[in-house]
């Protein structure tokens, strides 16, 4: 089955700076690769999403690369604010035909912005 | 957006009962949900698939006579814990898959409820 590993397990930052998250995967089958943000005690939000087709995907300060010949994706968070602190999962699926999009994730980064 | 939810986000109950918490897809049709069970500072570990109209695929390890999935209609996925006991005290999360609409198809996309917190006591 899949295997999703993600680094590093914690990383902290400056208010200001950028935040770099990493995820491999052991699948070349997998084709779709959602990043999810969670609060403590709340659910996870889906941030970003990028699928195969596409090398890279930004929505504003949040952009996603996909290497798909490496089997690795990452998360770019520019111009952190206090509020991006957060614990950030990345996940991999099958995502076409039939398939039910199953989701392997990471162990998650724990993300701390100091102001 | 889509709307997943799920109820109730907060129970306690006595060890050897029974409870079920509900997953609703509020703005979709749902034919695939997931199960989650998540640890303190820990990640997503998913328990079960739930079909609409059809069995749960159970993951390795998964009691499914422990936990019973329902997957009744194509908005609803409910999860038993029966005769709980103070080890499934835990978070349980719910996800669902919403088909993928509009040109160009943009694809399906999961959506989490938010959580439920069970302590057996």
């Given at each position: 089955?899949?295997?999703?590993?993600?680094?590093?397990?914690?990383?902290?930052?400056?208010?200001?700076?950028?935040?770099?998250?990493?995820?491999?995967?052991?699948?070349?089958?997998?084709?779709?690769?959602?990043?999810?943000?969670?609060?403590?005690?709340?659910?996870?939000?889906?941030?970003?999403?990028?699928?195969?087709?596409?090398?890279?995907?930004?929505?504003?300060?949040?952009?996603?690369?996909?290497?798909?010949?490496?089997?690795?994706?990452?998360?770019?968070?520019?111009?952190?604010?206090?509020?991006?602190?957060?614990?950030?999962?990345?996940?991999?699926?099958?995502?076409?035909?039939?398939?039910?999009?199953?989701?392997?994730?990471?162990?998650?980064?724990?993300?701390?912005?100091?102001? | 957006?889509?709307?997943?939810?799920?109820?109730?986000?907060?129970?306690?109950?006595?060890?050897?009962?029974?409870?079920?918490?509900?997953?609703?897809?509020?703005?979709?049709?749902?034919?695939?949900?997931f199960?989650y069970?998540?640890?303190?500072?820990?990640?997503?570990m998913l328990m079960?698939?739930?079909?609409?109209?059809?069995?749960?695929?159970?993951e390795?390890?998964?009691?499914?006579?422990?936990?019973?999935?329902?997957?009744?209609?194509?908005?609803?996925?409910?999860?038993?814990?029966?005769?709980?006991?103070?080890?499934?005290?835990?978070?349980?999360?719910?996800?669902?898959?919403?088909?993928?609409?509009?040109?160009?198809?943009?694809?399906?996309?999961?959506?989490?409820?938010?959580?439920?917190?069970?302590?057996?006591?």
């Amino acid at each position: 089955g899949e295997n999703v590993e993600q680094h590093p397990s914690t990383l902290s930052v400056q208010e200001g700076d950028s935040a770099v998250i990493k995820c491999t995967y052991s699948d070349s089958a997998s084709n779709y690769f959602p990043w999810y943000k969670q609060e403590l005690g709340k659910r996870p939000q889906l941030i970003i999403d990028i699928r195969s087709n596409v090398g890279e995907k930004k929505d504003q300060r949040i952009a996603v690369t996909l290497n798909k010949t490496a089997k690795h994706f990452s998360l770019h968070i520019t111009e952190t604010q206090p509020e991006d602190s957060a614990v950030y999962f990345c996940a991999a699926a099958l995502g076409s035909g039939g398939s039910n999009y199953k989701l392997t994730f990471g162990k998650g980064t724990l993300l701390t912005v100091n102001p | 957006g889509a709307v997943v939810s799920q109820h109730p986000s907060r129970v306690i109950c006595k060890s050897g009962t029974s409870v079920k918490i509900e997953c609703r897809s509020l703005d979709f049709q749902a034919t695939t949900m997931f199960w989650y069970r998540q640890f303190p500072k820990k990640s997503l570990m998913l328990m079960a698939t739930s079909n609409e109209g059809s069995k749960a695929t159970y993951e390795q390890g998964v009691e499914k006579d422990k936990f019973l999935i329902n997957h009744a209609s194509l908005t609803l996925s409910t999860l038993t814990v029966t005769s709980a006991h103070p080890e499934d005290s835990s978070f349980y999360i719910c996800s669902a898959r919403r088909p993928g609409t509009g040109y160009p198809y943009a694809g399906n996309t999961i959506y989490f409820g938010e959580g439920s917190w069970l302590t057996v006591v």
